[in-house]
């Protein structure tokens, strides 16, 4: 399995970014998928997720519950993060992963995207 992601960038507090992750290769070997994210000097953090499968549930971190809504597009083998009422402290590289449900532990890492909320 393949994660490429995209959709990073610089918004100011308040506003709203849209993160994509296109998977690939043995897609079917996938049981979940999500959002982990890396601050300087802070370890990587899981920020959501969501099983594979069509109708599974979805995980959030405390911090972005009600902010950030992760969801899933099968025909196209992509996962999303919508992240509204973003705050500086989401500034971090957000990386995409798969792995078993609930995601703590990753078996394929995508490349980091940067966000960067300014104040």
């Known amino acids: 399995v393949q994660l490429q992601a995209y959709g990073g960038g610089l918004v100011q507090a308040g506003g709203s970014l849209r993160l994509s992750c296109v998977a690939s290769g043995r897609v079917v070997d996938i049981d979940a998928l999500g959002w982990y994210r890396q601050a300087p000097g802070k370890q990587r953090d899981l920020v959501a997720s969501?099983?594979?499968?069509?109708?599974?549930?979805?995980n959030y971190a405390d911090s972005v519950n009600g902010r950030f809504t992760i969801s899933r597009d099968n025909d196209k083998n992509t996962v999303y993060l919508q992240m509204n009422s973003l705050k500086p402290e989401d500034t971090a590289v957000y990386y995409c992963a798969a792995g078993p449900w609930p995601l703590q532990r990753p078996k394929t890492w995508g490349q980091g995207t940067q966000v960067t909320v300014s104040s």
């Open positions: 969501i099983t594979a499968a069509g109708g599974g549930p979805t």
